[in-house]
């Protein structure tokens, strides 16, 4: 008798009680102001998946050893931005209920604050790590509280002074700049300082979001509003590395438009980034 | 002493005051489900509209001798539908104020109800004539009420029954076709019938809804959900001259998705759309 | 608990043995010639099959209804025909067995020949009806007998003259035409002589293969090698409607490749008439 | 000792002395004042033409028995159009003296006058049957006399009244259309008309000149400025079968853009109606 | 009453009369012998603008403290280089004599002669320092001596030997090295120099003429002819820095073809630039 | 009376008895897996190398100076691969027979192997030396062992250990990974070692491999499967100085796919690492 047809991320095929890490999609963009198309990204993703391989090269160590569980993607309302960040929220306290790491699959970035929501309920001295392009510090945008454009004011109304971790900046208003040096940890351009920012957060708990256009549109194209100057692949990967090793109770990757990119480059380079991510933040009971 | 820099619709010059038709741009498309991307038409055909004639040598008209004033495109809050629908309508009262014909360019067919609503108000006894391959009568979407599946049916809570004439349907769930055989004049795959619809509304004061993905994918692909089985161009021209004989009190043109069509012709057929509109509807005090 | 994500064509859920049309993918191009990418077929359609409606105002049902069940795709071998069509034929086998209805989604036009060679087992008086733009009538291409551009000359192997009945073609060498005009039912350009064609099959076994480059490239132009001069897509749907009013043993869908239609338009086309085919094959036990 | 690698159109290797036809392309667009592009179409169109089949079955006849010379392409200076005008004056010239058809493959229209001069030295009595969207009969753009867009007002200069016969025509200023009245043969649309002009026409010489765009944007997207509402594939072969029963002495294929339909679709139907034109003008000594 | 609609670069607005720096476009490319699609840029570079942030973290310096007035887009005549350039030329002189600084979106590298022309007229001293992948020093190309591959050698016969200081150069013609060895200041491959040259230069006049593809391709990919080896977006930024400390009385920013970067990466990255510049070489009477 | 048409690379005509190194294309791609297309890339190649200067500033030399003859593309029988090598290896063979360098433009990796198994037949001790971003050692994929990810196995049965040099690597199966370490000398990530490894080659014959994809996609998108990580254009060509100053007896540059870079660049970053490669490996009798 032929069975269902289920394809996952990477075709892992880990159970949920089994698995320590929770992947699911946010396919959510409807407060992008400028290019919309990253309600496509995880599905794209999961697509493109089985072109890449699960060992990783760089740490040695392959997803085939890694309990994963692929939770599939939300159906989020477009046009109800409460109603669509309620039930991130809700997904993420029930991987979290259950002892699980949550990674979230955006979407754009505003889909961080429903993780952040349920990540702050169950730990209260969370720190967030926030690697971007953009400040997204705005208190509003045409009027409205939940964008895009303000998600890091919200997560920081979550966390408070001095908890937020902001690195690869390099876009944003004059006023946004002036705000965070009063109440964030902002670094212009790069990582420089993450490694005393992580240091200084010790065995904190700690909720890890990447915007991936952090990334130099050289490498990655493929995002609604690409910001010249940034990091470069291998950049992104040793600051992961310098991250994970801190207690992480959830995290996301955000912001791929793979409409913008038709080489696929992008999405590879996403998915690449996904899976140096699972590789570090995964808890094994015996990795070599 | 350089001049400021004004790029219009056509490069149409005419005064506000002297101008009988007022043209505007809604770009919004928050709550489309499927693929987003019509809230760049107004931009885009704006821009293209410098590579079309003026003449018409279907109508022998020119749109040199129509008095029509673009009045450029609103900034509207994506994310907030609500809002953004109140931006619409206070546009459009302004201009039925003023005594002048709106005509809106779209954004996803939302918009409409914006429209609608301010035209409602100014005339009680509106009908609605609607061209479209969507039925666009949900109750709600995902629990939203505001959504470009729904706004059919927030146009018929303006309207009541027997007043909103729909042609060219050719998509939908079988509960919304059910539900219209009992409250709008809904009509299959072409324009059958509209004669007859035009000929018992005679002249109640009409709002004229264009969603121009009634046209088949093959002229039009640059959509967010091409349904194949359409109206060819040239039936469209002719349905638009039967319904312009009416009383027009406001129109629009809707669903254009500029980046689905990279070859340009559906930006280039909605533009001659738009003129041959404009032609038909605009009043004019002496033309030949 | 979360559950595991499935993506089907349409959402479809019925289980195995309560379905009675079975669905599968054949993911494979590596004899295509010219422009090779319908092995992305399937996959894309699967993915894009959610923003189609599932009820058909065509013909009034819904595939809500529809005991249909998706197998998923097979995972070909690319570079190794034979074993790529000994897969399908083994695919093809265990469903007819099992008393269902084989519909497959190409990949190239190849992949029918495992399907036939399946079903002609079973049936052995199989006659078969082609839609195409193409003869696919040569005895080797390069030297190689299996090829997308023989594939019908070794369906004829199966069934012998007559009972290959041919429409729509509109491109070939001069010897293939003259070499049908011998042994199989050949109808150029269009579906004249189709109904006489279905009439004389009666109630014998019917394999049905549709090769959508046999709609006109304005509707369709995503596939491999576009042929001006097509029939629409309502002729299309009105040809299938007259065939799978037969007895229908086994049908396929071939050679969409998305990637040379970026608007989504071939693919969106090609769900539909996936649709209208599931609808007029599928055996219901009380359809109204 | 490997030979030398030559492309031509079709495969075709007929030696120049034994050809009654010569193509050549003409790959220039420097007055294009919408949208560039239509320089690379010979060269597209000669690399793709291996993807198309040498037998028609519309005419049953194939290219493999036409004596047809592919000349390649002209090297024209961009930006100097006088000279590139010469170029191909001198080309054409060449061909008509040593008795041969001349067919080039453009390129922008306004290619053709450097060919109608060639031609009508030769044959003072010349007429030109021009099918096209566009009127091209301006005295000057932007104070230039020699444009893509006046290029139909200097071939009237090479004719005089009443020898310039144009069909499909759906796009032009109102002067134009004024102009035309009172010197030119000008049908709007389509080809009604063109049975009778032809018959009119007897057996003088006819320069005849396709403008791709005269075919609606439906089939041939692939152009600088699409106009719906033009012909269909099949009309415009049928027109083609009526045109070359004439006295042809020379003709152009012009204004394909291949960058602006990414689905090789406009390039695939334009060489289609190479083919047809091919086998349709050239003269053979015993063709069956 | 309803305004004129007005779309400027990064919606600047400050007055004519209140401006220290002029912005104009100039959309021509009538000589490009490669592929063409430079007119499009400063249309697109405008529209895409207002998804740019106005504040420099680079420079900590925000345009909407900076004093410029976008003048719009010239009208140019595609086919007749030489007219072109004189519109150029007046444009510039116009801005010149009332004591602004022009700054030119172009376009092909040849409108930098128009300004050239302008600018020398007033400052007899003038040095030019040009950022470019391409040489750009030929005589004369198939003939005509007003050309893309020329402009540079014409600039030259405008200033004469070593005055014309040219960075990034990675291709051309082995004559055109050897040429500027006698004539120019060439520097291969990347910013080297840079320095030493601008010191050299003192308070001189400077035009400074920035063709993009000077960046490297990764960052840069929509351009004509791309050319690997290019510099980054980071040197590009500092080397501007270092050339507008000097007494610059006209820039230009070329040679951005949209249509050639679908992702859009390559306008948003050439925006940035005009930021930095702007920003750069705009007199204020007060920055902080 | 008018000539044949030639379109070669470079425009190159030296003629075959003269050339010391000679061009082929082997446009296949059938057991590409994931994203085919590399089967065009010869074509595009050719077509585009007009675009490029023949004169190379890094190396002062010219490839009109260089004895190259380009003997075209091979037709390759899609879907049998044994066949598509005989017919490589074939002309291979004759290309050394003769005494020249082959140089040979893919088509996928496994291309290589055609070459390879010509090159071992003259040269039994030959090395290789191999740059990409992916191991390619499998032994079989899905059971078949000619593919392009199991080309280097093959080539190491060609070679035995020790032979095969590999540099760049950053993605396979952990399992490739570990049998390199007793087969090959595997260089992950870079050229590092590759000094070391041209200096202990010697003066043995070498075949020398690039799969393009060593490249980073930011510089070179336009391939199947890219991968984040790669080298620069800048490390390449130095690369290729170290290798080209061995025995060089065999050539080839693979796995370009030129639509999925619909900028060019890929393409023209091809075509330089081709005119940097046969500038270094061509023999001259006499050069500057």
Redesign the interface.
């Known amino acids: ?8 991320f990477f075709a892992l095929n880990c159970p ?2 089994e698995a320590s890490t ?1 992947l699911f999609g946010a396919p959510f ?9 990253t ?1 496509f990204a995880s ?1 794209v993703m999961r ?1 493109e998946s089985f ?3 699960t ?1 990783s ?2 740490l ?1 160590l ?1 997803l085939a050893d890694c309990p994963v ?5 939300l ?7 409460a ?1 669509a960040l309620a039930d991130i929220e809700a997904r993420t306290e ?2 979290l209920r ?1 002892g699980k790491l949550p990674l979230m699959i955006g979407g754009e970035h505003l889909v961080t604050l429903g993780a952040v929501r349920a990540a702050v309920k169950q730990h209260p001295s969370l720190h967030v790590i926030h690697f971007d392009a953009h400040t997204d510090l705005r208190e509003d ?4 509280t ?2 895009h454009a303000t998600v890091m004011r919200r997560v920081w109304e979550c966390t408070g002074d001095g908890r937020l971790h902001q690195f690869g ?6 006023a946004e ?1 002036l705000w965070a040096q009063a109440h964030t940890n902002l670094h ?2 790069n990582f420089d300082g993450l490694a005393e920012a992580v240091a200084q957060i010790g065995q904190a708990p700690v909720y890890f979001s990447i915007d991936l256009d952090v990334l ?4 990655f ?2 995002t609604g ?5 940034g990091v470069t ?2 950049e992104l ?1 040793e600051a992961i590395q310098l991250v994970s090793k801190r207690n992480i109770v959830g995290c996301d990757l955000n912001e791929l438009a793979p ?7 992008s999405t ?2 996403a998915l ?1 980034v996904l899976r140096e991510l699972l590789l570090s933040v995964t808890k094994t009971s015996g990795r070599m």
């Open positions: 008798m032929l069975k269902e047809f289920h394809e996952t949920y009680d929770v963009d409807s407060t992008t102001s400028f290019r919309p198309g309600r599905r697509a072109g890449l391989e060992y090269p760089y040695d392959d569980f692929d939770s599939g993607d159906e989020l309302c477009f046009g109800n931005t109603l029930t991987i259950d945008y045409l009027g409205e939940l964008s900046i390099r876009s944003g208003a004059r700049f212009k351009f130099d549109p050289s490498v194209p493929g509003t690409p910001e010249a100057g692949f291998l990967l409409i913008y990119d038709q080489s696929g480059s590879a380079t690449k």
